[in-house]
């Protein structure tokens, strides 16, 4: 990896924690994390999410929250602040398999999207956790996809990793089954720049 991706990284480490950390030790459960975290006091980890058949899959996205914080909300924060900076990571990743000529606008990009203001629910770890660890799942199909393009001697690799994440991601559930209309014009997008 070179220096300027490690430069980056810390960069939007560092940015990602201004943008989300400078309150974190005030912060508590709210809303339905008061209900995961007590079925998971009760009755365990693999029972924490209760959707029905449609979902159980889930669990799975939320399971290494648990396992880090526990019952603990402050872990749960600094989880939540690492989950972000870790899926805004893979987000750059990905751009810059697309358009590996321009560094600079992709990480810029990835800056805004890791402390995007839109979404006003940051304080809520527990449950969202399970939507963020999802869109890194989705970005990295993305990923392993634009990779089995510009990698032919390892196309089946990353081919059968794509197939994976995304249908783990569509399995787990709903919230980014949408997101997969933007999978045929990222493909596009990447073939055109490996001619």
């Not at 029905?52 to 603990?72: I, M, N």
């Not at 014009?185 to 490996?194: C, D, F, G, M, T």
Request: net charge positive; hydrophobic share 55%; glycine share 6%.
């Amino acid at each position: 990896m070179k220096r300027s991706n490690f430069l980056f990284l810390f960069l939007l480490l560092v940015v990602t924690g201004l943008a989300y950390g400078l309150q974190i030790h005030r912060l508590g459960f709210y809303w339905d994390d008061w209900v995961f975290v007590y079925r998971y006091s009760k009755i365990g980890i693999l029972n924490t999410i209760w959707y029905g058949p449609t979902r159980q899959l889930a669990v799975f996205l939320q399971a290494p929250g648990f396992l880090f914080a526990e019952d603990s909300p402050l872990r749960w924060h600094i989880y939540m602040l690492f989950l972000r900076w870790g899926v805004a990571a893979v987000f750059s990743w990905v751009l810059h398999l697309i358009w590996p000529a321009r560094r600079s606008l992709t990480y810029l990009m990835a800056l805004l999207f890791a402390v995007h203001p839109a979404f006003t629910q940051n304080s809520i770890a527990v449950v969202y956790s399970v939507q963020i660890f999802g869109y890194g799942i989705f970005l990295l199909s993305l990923g392993w996809m634009i990779c089995s393009l510009q990698d032919p001697r390892r196309y089946w690799i990353f081919t059968i990793g794509a197939l994976l994440t995304q249908a783990f991601h569509l399995f787990s559930g709903e919230y980014y089954f949408g997101l997969e209309l933007i999978r045929p014009l990222v493909l596009w997008v990447a073939l055109r720049q490996s001619k």
